[in-house]
């Protein structure tokens, strides 16, 4: 996998009070690309933080459908990955890559 795939796999944390308490078992949440696999993003994580993953879950969340001011709008599509790291390592999401 090359440096820029990696940049593409990864797009940004997920910031929510949920993500944050999954902090506690050592798990990061990411958005990722919608075409990504578990070795993909397992490989984008360990290179970009140089840190061991021991296991990735993912799951696409599918857009809503909304209404503003009587017009159909969907949201956009997205896929989310919670990495798992290994004891002893960790990544500070508030800090720029």
């Given at each position: 996998?090359?440096?820029?795939?990696?940049?593409?796999?990864?797009?940004?944390?997920?910031?929510?009070?949920?993500?944050?308490?999954?902090?506690?078992?050592?798990q990061v949440t990411f958005k990722v690309a919608i075409d990504a696999t578990k070795p993909e993003i397992k490989k984008a994580v360990e290179a970009l933080f140089d840190v061991k993953v021991t296991k990735v879950n993912t799951l696409r969340q599918e857009g809503k459908i909304k209404r503003f001011r009587g017009v159909k709008g969907k949201?956009?599509?997205?896929?989310?990955?919670?990495?798992?790291?290994?004891?002893?390592?960790?990544?500070?999401?508030?800090t720029g890559v």
């Amino acid at each position: 996998m090359t440096s820029l795939r990696q940049y593409d796999v990864i797009k940004s944390p997920v910031i929510t009070e949920k993500a944050t308490l999954g902090s506690e078992n050592n798990q990061v949440t990411f958005k990722v690309a919608i075409d990504a696999t578990k070795p993909e993003i397992k490989k984008a994580v360990e290179a970009l933080f140089d840190v061991k993953v021991t296991k990735v879950n993912t799951l696409r969340q599918e857009g809503k459908i909304k209404r503003f001011r009587g017009v159909k709008g969907k949201r956009a599509e997205y896929k989310k990955a919670m990495v798992t790291l290994a004891e002893g390592s960790s990544i500070d999401v508030t800090t720029g890559v």
